[in-house]
């Protein structure tokens, strides 16, 4: 199981959000480069980006960041945040990235998710991020009223190349990944999923490893507030 510690970028710091709450932030001292930098000197292979700025602007904010990173360390990068357009895709394609997230401006408009995966194959990433079962939008500020489970069938033969679920109410507050929804959405899915959202210890890493159809987990607060230490988790890592 792939292991995807987590960066995201805010006014050129790494930041974690509890809940996806802009007001709801920490920011920590180290830049996203020397991040990266401390993920590539453990070992680890994968890496989940996620552009805030972008995602509140719907704009390659933080492109030059994120080319430097793809430049200096062989990592297999996925990145999101505020991806709207085929242009926006076709830049971070360009830079590096292994897969690009398409989240709010997949759900609003199934079309441009359509397309986009026949222009990129293998390259478009799918950002489920849910609330008690209905799909979140816009930085999870907008409820879409659409349950996840019947948006994944209907965009279940797109050609999609992976599938990133997010409980929302466990993002940031390490309680646990939501295993039992991230089951469902995986039992029903044509593709792999990464779970996302509240991982706390090595034991839901390991956890998620019992599950079929799950491709890899994403780590984030756990990692930066030392609750897991990177040279056990990076024995996870395969």
Same mark, same amino acid.
């Given at each position: 199981m792939k292991i995807f510690?987590?960066?995201d970028i805010k006014d050129k710091k790494c930041v974690r959000l509890v809940r996806g709450d802009f007001?709801?932030?920490?920011e920590y001292e180290m830049s996203p480069i020397e991040q990266a930098e401390k993920y590539k000197d453990y070992g680890f292979k994968n890496l989940h980006m996620v552009d805030l700025d972008?995602? %509140?602007?719907? *704009?390659?904010?933080? %492109?030059? !960041?994120? /080319?430097?990173i793809f430049?200096?360390?062989?990592l297999k990068i996925e990145i999101g945040g505020g991806i709207r357009n085929i242009e926006s895709i076709k830049k971070y394609i360009d830079a590096g990235a292994e897969k690009v997230i398409l989240g709010s401006a997949a759900i609003k408009n199934k079309n441009f998710l359509k397309e986009a995966c026949k222009k990129f194959?293998?390259? !478009?990433? %799918?950002?489920?991020?849910?609330?008690?079962? +209905?799909? $979140?939008? $816009?930085?999870?500020k907008e409820n879409s009223n659409q349950l996840t489970l019947d948006y994944l069938k209907e965009v279940n033969d797109y050609g !999609? $190349?992976? %599938?990133? +679920?997010?409980?929302?109410?466990?993002?940031?507050?390490? /309680?646990g990944?939501?295993? *039992? *929804?991230?089951?469902?959405?995986a039992e029903i899915s044509n593709f792999p999923v990464i779970i996302s959202g509240?991982? $706390?210890s090595i034991d839901d890493i390991k956890k998620a490893k019992s599950l079929n159809n799950i491709e890899g987990i994403i780590v984030g607060k756990a990692i930066y507030d030392g609750d897991i230490k990177l040279e056990e988790l990076v024995k996870e890592d395969a």
């Open positions: 510690p987590a960066i007001n709801n932030k920490t972008g995602a %509140l602007t719907g *704009e390659t904010v933080n %492109l030059d !960041i994120i /080319q430097d430049n200096k360390f062989d194959p293998n390259k !478009i990433a %799918l950002g489920l991020d849910a609330k008690d079962g +209905y799909l $979140s939008v $816009s930085g999870w !999609i $190349s992976r %599938l990133i +679920y997010t409980d929302i109410n466990r993002d940031g507050m390490k /309680q990944p939501n295993f *039992e *929804e991230t089951s469902r959405v509240g991982v $706390s």
